[in-house]
């Protein structure tokens, strides 16, 4: 397990608005791919997107910054966020 003093953040993002159906979480793998940082993107039966993001402070800051707005097919009403415990996972996945 990965500690954050390495400088690794993982937090875990609940995205409230119009995100699903829209493309959102299509687009929050290719922004993780740009950033750099690994991860999940699942739906969720209120109508969210939970996001999962791992990886080095600033890529990790960086995505938070585009998960406050999303693709332009979105309408992000609110962002909630909380750190986790980093697991050293790489990649970017949709899980359902």
């Known amino acids: 397990m990965l500690a954050e003093d390495d400088g690794v953040r993982r937090v875990e993002v609940v995205v409230h ?9 299509w687009a929050a793998r290719e922004a993780a ?9 699942r739906n969720r039966s209120d109508g969210t997107v939970e ?19 999303g693709p332009s097919t979105s309408m992000v009403e609110r962002v909630d ?13 949709i899980t359902s």
């Open 33 to 41: 791919a740009r950033f750099g940082v690994s991860g999940t993107a």
């Open 17 to 25: 608005g119009v995100v699903q159906g829209v493309g959102f979480r």
């Open 81 to 93: 966020t909380r750190d986790v415990p980093p697991r050293g996972e790489s990649g970017f996945h």
């Open 51 to 69: 996001v999962q993001v791992e990886g080095q402070r600033q890529q990790v800051d960086a995505m938070l910054q585009w998960l406050a707005h």
